[in-house]
C-alpha cells in the first residue's frame, strides 16, 4: 500500500485533525482515521476537495460530456468505510470505582423506564439496573444490546456513518463498505428497510438480505441433514432396538444394558466422544431447556429448537425443572447420591449444556433406567433384595422381589407426571396382562412411580388407587414432593419381601 498515515479521531481532537486528513486526501496520500461513532457527530463532513484533473480520472462521461467538469471548488466523498458493530449504545450501568453522578442516573432513567413502558424489560430488571448503579453492583450491560430498540439505535448509528460517504455527487470509482459481522443484528431491521436512506446505505442493505437469505437456506439444509441423521439413531433406540428385544430377549438384553449403563453415564455429551455425542443433538448454546415436535411415541423427531416451535403440536424437556425435583431427593437422601457417584452416572440435570440427549433416548431410556437403578439403590439401602428377569423375560418387567413365603412379585417402575398425560390405571394394568402372558408364571405386579411432584395429584389418582384383585399392586411414588423418601413405601418393603 505504500506509504501509509494512521490518525486517531476523538470527541476531543475532531475540530483538529479532520482538516489535516483532508488535506492528505487531497494531496492523494493514504490517511487512515481512526474513530467513533460517538466521535463525529451529526454536523461533521469528511468529503474533501479535489481538483478538475482528478474529476475526470473518476467520473465517466455521459453522452460526451465529463459531468462537473467546469465545476470549481470541487469535493469528493470518501473512499471506503470500515465499520464496527455498535456498543455502548444504552448507557453503561456499571459504576465500578467512578463517583455516583446525578447527570448520569437520570440518563440510566430515562432510558430504563423507556425499555420497561414498551415492554422491553420487565420490572425486576428495571429495578435491579437502577439499583445496580446507584450501589455499584454488578450488571451485565451486553444484554441490552439484544434489545430491538438498543439494536434499532445501533444501526442508526451504522446508517449516520454511512452518510459520510454521501455528502457529494462525486464519488470513488469502487467505493469500499466494509462492515462488522456482528454489525448484522443491527441492520436487519423493519425500521432502515422502510425509510429512505442513501444509495451507500441501500447497497449494504439489500446485499445484507441476499446474504441472510443464503445463509438462511444453507442453514435450513444443514438442518434437515442434522435431524435426518437424529433420527436414524433415534429410529435404532425407540424402534428397531425394541423390536430386536421382542424377537430375542436373550441376545439383546447385554446390548441393551450396555446402553442404558452409557445413556445414565452422559445424560449430556458435553465431555463424551464423538461416538456417544452422536446420541445427542448439539445446540447453538448450552440450555437447560429445548422444545421439540415428534411423530408417533417418539419415533420421529420433526423439529427442535431453544425457543416454541411454530406449527406443530410441540413439548418441552425443561431440565431446570425435572433437576430441582431430582436434586431435591439427592439432598434429602445423601445415601442416593453417594451410590450413583459410585456408578459413575451424572446427576446433576439443572445445568446448561450443550449436547442434549435426543428426546426420544431421553425419554423412553435416560427416564426409564434412572428411575429403576434409583429403585435398586433404595432395596440396596433397605436390605431388600433384588431379582433380575430371566433372560427370556428380559425387559417384560424391571425385576422381581421375593415375598417372606417365597412368593414372586413382578416389579414395574414409572416416572409419571403431570406432563406426561399417563393414561387410566385400566389401560396401564391391559399392557401388563399382556407381558404377564410371555412371562412362564402368572405372578402379581407390583407398579410403583419414581416421584411426586405435589400430594393427590390427578395422575396418582388415575393410575396408583389400590386394587382388590390381588393380581397388581401400586404405590404413587418412592420419593414425596419434599424429596423425602416415602416411608409408607419403605414399611410395605420391609413388611413384605425379603
Known sequence: MGKVSLTVVDAQNAQQKIPLIKKDWTNGKLNIMVTTYAALGRGINLHYSIDAETLTELVKSKNGVIIGKQKQNLS?????????????????????????????????????????????????????????YINGGPVNNYRQNDLQPVKIAGGVYIEQALGRMARTNIKSSCPLILI???????LVSDYLNNKRTTLEMAAVLADISEIEAELKKEKARLFYEKLNMANEIQYRFTVW??????????GTKELWQRLREMILKYPFGDDASATIQRLHWQFEKAVNKYYFAIDGDYNRLLAIDTVPIQHYNQHQFDFVHYGKTLNRIYEANPWLKEELDLLGYYHDLEKPHYYQLLPGIFNNFYRPALSEEVFKIICKYLGIKVYSMADNEFELFDCYLQTKDKKKVFVDIKDYNEITNATEQAEVFKKARLKLANCTENNPVYFINFRQLKPNSKYEQKLFTPQSDQQFFTCPSMFLADGKLNSQFAKNLLDYFE
Open 180 to 186: 462488522d459481522n456482528a454489525a448484522k443484528k443491527n
Open 241 to 250: 432396538l425394541p423390536s430386536q428385544l421382542r424377537e430375542d430377549r436373550q
Open 76 to 132: 469528493k466523498d470518501i473512499d471506503g468505510e470500515y465499520l464496527e458493530a455498535p456498543t455502548h449504545i444504552a448507557t453503561w450501568i456499571g459504576r465500578g470505582d467512578e463517583q455516583f453522578l446525578i447527570k448520569k442516573m437520570l440518563h440510566i432513567i430515562g432510558e430504563q423506564d423507556a425499555l420497561y413502558g414498551n415492554g422491553h424489560i420487565t420490572r425486576a430488571t428495571y429495578r435491579k439496573n437502577l439499583y445496580a
